[in-house]
């Protein structure tokens, strides 16, 4: 009999539009977050180097002490904080590490307080520890950035866990560091854990990210290099866990993930030694990427409602259109041949929008709008 865990667990929608767009030709994808730059030739070769070598054994679980010491010397180097490559693990991508983090930290029943919207496998890897999910409301209207003040009308005693992201998938919002410390300090009085999703770092366009690790050490961070380094199927991430919890991670990583490839860590390591030069074109490119989609949406008499700060996607309103936003990505990939996300997989407050990246390139974006528009000159559109 198949578990209740696997049955409750629900599909992914934008990787459901990805393997239909793939059967269909000449579309446009702007479903999933797959950056369209090539990895650094420096990463690349490292890996070939590192294959060369033999390095295709088993590493430690935690990962490579060089990885390790590097990825602590990224954090001194970016945010000025002291972190020990002993509270790293090393992990095949940032999703297996948040699923470390909650089997750590969550038993059937506790609390996990997240945004919505929020990241759609969010959910779906609470339900897999038995936890149960409070959500903090999040409006267009203030740039679906989070309130101090709905975050401390969410947690409670009954809390174990708060999940931030900032940049945040699917709305781009960015938490200021004052926001961030507030958070933790309601964390603390509720003696609750912050997890903080941070894979988006290095992707923000107006002011600095922020590492929940300038304001506590007792917090559970999640990071890799499949964003800003346009590394997806390399597979290589880590965690920061708190002190008290790194032997129980590791024992976890241990049964479960054995270990990141050994020749892809080589990889990771030259890729944080590359310096920022690759990412400050990279962020400057999908800046403007962001600032002609903004516009795009305004030529479709379609809505936002704000701009987005970080990483690379919008939410766009598609309330005004026939049907629910399943009809309006079914409209747009079958008459448009453009790809885009049904927002509800993000939660109720995206349930009414469409989540579009901006990933690919200005010319393919230039060209989706066009699409777009077109399609909505067949369509009549509500006059609400």
Not at 31 to 57: C, I, K, M, Q, S
Not at 220 to 247: C, E, H, I, N, Q
């Amino acid at each position: 009999m198949v578990s209740e865990r696997a049955t409750r667990t629900t599909p992914f929608a934008a990787m459901d539009v990805l393997e239909r767009a793939n059967r269909m030709d000449d579309v446009i994808h702007l479903e999933v977050g797959e950056p369209d730059f090539e990895t650094p030739p420096a990463v690349t070769e490292a890996a070939v180097a590192a294959l060369r070598a033999g390095e295709t054994g088993y590493t430690s679980s935690k990962g490579k002490p060089e990885l390790r010491n590097a990825i602590s010397d990224y954090y001194d180097r970016r945010y000025g904080v002291d972190v020990a490559p002993e509270r790293i693990v090393v992990t095949s991508g940032s999703s297996p590490a948040l699923l470390l983090a909650f089997s750590a930290l969550v038993d059937p029943g506790d609390e996990v307080v997240l945004t919505d919207p929020h990241y759609a496998c969010y959910p779906n890897f609470v339900r897999q520890t038995g936890g149960r999910i409070s959500t903090v409301p999040l409006s267009a209207e203030e740039g679906f950035r989070p309130r101090v003040e709905a975050f401390q009308r969410a947690v409670s005693d009954e809390t174990e866990a708060l999940l931030v992201n900032s940049p945040a998938n699917p709305t781009g919002a960015v938490l200021d560091g004052p926001t961030l410390d507030e958070l933790v300090g309601i964390a603390d009085r509720a003696d609750a854990t912050v997890i903080s999703d941070e894979v988006y770092h290095g992707l923000t366009y107006e002011g600095e990210d922020h590492t929940v690790l300038e304001y506590t050490d007792d917090a559970f961070v999640l990071d890799g290099f499949s964003k800003r380094f346009a590394m997806t199927g390399w597979r290589l991430g880590w965690m920061v866990a708190p002190p008290d919890y790194v032997g129980h991670v590791n024992r976890i990583a241990q049964n479960t993930l054995i270990c990141a490839p050994n020749f892809v860590q080589s990889a990771g390591i030259a890729a944080l030694g590359s310096g920022d030069d690759f990412l400050d074109e990279v962020r400057e490119t999908y800046r403007e990427r962001r600032d002609f989609l903004v516009d795009a949406v305004d030529e479709w008499d379609m809505s936002m409602g704000y701009t987005p700060g970080g990483a690379y996607y919008l939410l766009v309103d598609v309330s005004d259109l026939p049907g629910d936003a399943f009809d309006a990505a079914d409209f747009f990939l079958e008459d448009a041949g453009v790809a885009m996300t049904p927002g509800p997989d993000f939660g109720a407050n995206a349930a009414e929008c469409l989540r579009v990246s901006y990933a690919n390139s200005e010319e393919k974006l230039r060209e989706a709008s066009e699409r777009i528009q077109r399609a909505l000159e067949r369509v009549e559109i509500s006059a609400d």
